[in-house]
């Protein structure tokens, strides 16, 4: 896919809004970076006119319209009320994240959209609101509001990807399933969520490359891959495995440690709605890969369409999702 020359404009200020709604230390400066990241992202989305980028456009103004309208109005409202109006600009956030309850829109915008589109979507968009919900992790009763919208995130992001067929909807439930472990880790450390960010960004971008260079939008699309390498064949399967947090694969470490850190932390009911809330991901994860296994039988070799040229990105999400493999090893050497 090319991008004309306006677009790394567009990403420019898209990345500035972010990093001025982080370094902000009033709440107008952080709505006026939000603004600027929302105005970015909507010429981005719109490359390409059609009916489907016009509709996602639309839909993703109006929501974030109505968020940043609750964030700027919550901060007005905080020097002329007594009672705590944080509450409010946490949902906002929320809202603006497509955390659950608030996840209405994020599955249906995502299928309006290109995979590049799509991936920043699920990436630099989030990280604005998760550094401002860090912020306000100052009372009992925001972390409570907090690990609430975790566990449903959790169980929307799972049971929301049953029985679809389209990928980007299953990725767009599992971005969602996924911020219940980084809104959880927010809610006790500030250094964990971007640890877990970090690692789900990475293998995401994996699996979204295999998917862009593909063209594959459905299940029916799985079928019709073909690596030109039977190397590169083991790697949608393992970006995915990976992706699911299954052990030994790199996706696993970050599910590892906030398992622990959970444990330390005495939160037990939160941690088993993550648990069985993983284990019905890994279901429709698994699903995707049954056409990609049947596809490495000779039988079905006539009806495939190969991969562009793209050994070294699929070299390097290989490498990157074997890298859980190699934590046992270095733990007998330390």
Known sequence: MTFPVSSFFFFFTLTLGTLLSISSSSWFGAWVGLELNLLSFIPLITIKTNSYLSEAALKYFLIQALASTLIIMSSC???????????????????????????????????????????????????????LISYLMTSPTLMQITILSASLSAMVGALGGLNIMKLRKIMAFSSINHMSWMLIAISINDIMWLMYFSFYILISLSIIMLFH???????????????????????????????????????????????????????????????????????????MLIPFILLLSPIFSFNTKSLPSTSTSLSLSFFFNSLGLLLPLSFIIL
């Open 77 to 131: 409202l905080i020097f002329l009320l007594p009672t705590p109006i944080a509450p409010l600009i946490l949902m906002a956030l929320l809202l603006k994240l497509g955390a659950a309850p608030f996840h209405f829109w994020f599955p249906q915008i995502m299928e309006g959209l290109s995979w590049p589109q799509a991936f920043i979507l699920m990436s630099i968009q989030k990280l604005a609101p998760m550094f």
């Open 213 to 287: 260079y593909t063209q594959a939008f459905s299940f029916s699309d799985l079928l019709n891959l073909n690596f030109p390498n039977p190397f590169y064949n083991l790697t949608l399967p393992l970006s995915l495995l990976s992706l699911g947090g299954l052990p030994p694969f790199t996706g696993f470490i970050p599910k590892w440690i906030m398992i622990q850190i959970m444990i330390l932390n005495k939160m037990m009911l939160p941690l088993f709605i993550l648990l069985l809330s993983t284990l019905i991901t890994l279901y429709f994860y698994l699903r």
